[in-house]
């Protein structure tokens, strides 16, 4: 069974478009994330969710709006979609409890994303 | 501003040698420091970490080395496999932030790692 999972794998749209990624993760944690990795190749967290409550929101463009109707999803939504969207964006989980230990972020695959 | 560095961008090792990962960082107030490992299409799976008050940790092939001093850690492969050909990021994070810092990851921009047969 997958524990993070990422739909689509990839995803090719055009300028101005909204468009969604889901997230899911089956391995009952209460903090999910989304990050982006640009074309430097940087990995970047734009926003966190702990029990469906954001805790962390970067700076990030408002066209980006995540949703978490459950624990265990997180969907990232994207308005008005700009050429320099295009990147991989990885979800990921972690159980609540980060503070004190070496904290561990379970990863998705990925979603592609390229923008024409 | 990048807090998180990996200046090398690739390394090539043969099979059995010494593989050895570097990272910078600047920020201070970080307490832990982890590597991930990511292989092509996949997401970054965690592979170790250490915490600021130690300056080694190791698991089996892999030893985390820590110098404060200088803000760097490094990751060494002993003795090194074509499997563990991936792409390698050091992250940070300051594990007891609270508001808009909690559980935040600092990743630098990962080393192509390559071992040859």
């Known amino acids: 069974d997958t524990a993070v999972s990422q739909t689509p794998k990839y995803l090719v749209t055009q300028m101005g478009n909204d468009k969604s990624i889901k997230c899911e993760q089956n391995?009952?944690?209460?903090?999910m994330y989304w990050y982006k990795q640009d074309s430097k190749k940087f990995l970047k967290i734009m926003f966190s969710?702990?029990?469906?409550?954001?805790?962390i929101n970067e700076t990030v463009p408002n066209r980006f709006s995540p949703k978490s109707p459950d624990k265990a999803h997180l969907n990232l939504h994207i308005n008005s979609l700009e050429l320099g969207d295009s990147a991989v964006y990885f979800c990921?989980?972690?159980?609540?409890?980060?503070?004190?230990?070496?904290?561990?972020?379970?990863f998705g695959p990925g979603t592609r994303l390229t923008v024409t | 501003d990048q807090q998180v560095k990996q200046n090398s961008p690739s390394l090539s090792v043969q099979e059995g040698r010494i593989s050895i990962l570097n990272c910078d960082y600047t920020?201070?107030?970080?307490?832990?420091f982890l590597w991930y490992k990511k292989y092509p299409a996949e997401g970054p799976t965690f592979l170790i970490s250490?915490?600021?008050?130690?300056d080694k940790n190791e698991d089996g092939r892999f030893t985390v080395f820590l110098n404060k001093s200088a803000k760097h850690l490094s990751l060494h492969i002993v003795p090194s496999q074509p499997g563990d050909s991936a792409v390698y990021f050091c992250?940070?994070?300051?594990?007891?932030?609270?508001?808009?810092?909690?559980?935040?990851?600092?990743f630098g921009q990962g080393t192509i790692l390559t071992v040859h047969p």
């Open positions: 250490i915490s600021s008050i130690k």
């Open positions: 992250a940070a994070i300051i594990a007891n932030a609270g508001g808009t810092s909690y559980g935040k990851l600092t």
């Open positions: 990921a989980s972690s159980r609540q409890a980060l503070r004190g230990g070496p904290p561990q972020q379970y």
């Open positions: 920020n201070s107030m970080f307490d832990y």
């Open positions: 969710y702990n029990n469906k409550e954001l805790i």
């Open positions: 391995l009952g944690h209460d903090t």
